[in-house]
């Protein structure tokens, strides 16, 4: 599907509403995955999203699949994620404990990066190879 790109900025405001910050945090590579089916009456966003993440898909592939904007996009989730209708797994969460889905409205903390002190550990390991 191709946009006419006058389109559609007039397109994303009426699909988040006006808004132009999520009312949640998403880290990029957040696994989002559907938690219902989508209902009649939904926005067309809101469908293709619920539909694409029946099985764990990255914030930034969702972005991409439905060629939007990852703020756009971001948005959109908040609204899901407050509605229940999706969880998220942030990377922090790991990948062995099954992850945090965060509980209906709230995300989970996202990403912590790493010590500053390890990294450079890990920097002055590596060229000393």
């Known amino acids: 599907m191709r946009w ?3 389109e559609q900025p007039d397109r994303l405001f009426a699909a988040t ?3 132009s910050r ?3 945090e998403f880290d990029l590579v957040s696994l989002v995955v559907s938690e219902s089916e989508p209902a009649a009456g939904m926005a067309p966003e809101a469908v293709q999203i619920l539909r ?3 099985h764990p898909m990255a914030l930034v592939e969702v972005s991409a699949r439905l060629r939007m904007p990852v703020g756009v996009v971001a ?3 908040s609204d899901l994620l407050a509605e229940g209708r ?3 797994r942030h990377p922090s969460s790991g990948a062995g404990g099954g992850g945090s889905s965060a509980p209906r409205g709230v995300a989970a903390a996202p990403a912590r990066l790493p010590d500053t002190g390890l990294v450079r550990e ?3 390991a590596l060229k000393n190879l």
């Open 122 to 124: 890990v920097l002055v």
């Open 4 to 6: 006419d790109v006058h």
């Open 86 to 88: 999706i969880s998220v």
């Open 52 to 54: 694409l993440c029946r």
């Open 75 to 77: 948005i959109l989730l």
């Open 17 to 19: 509403g006006g808004r």
């Open 22 to 24: 999520a009312y949640t």
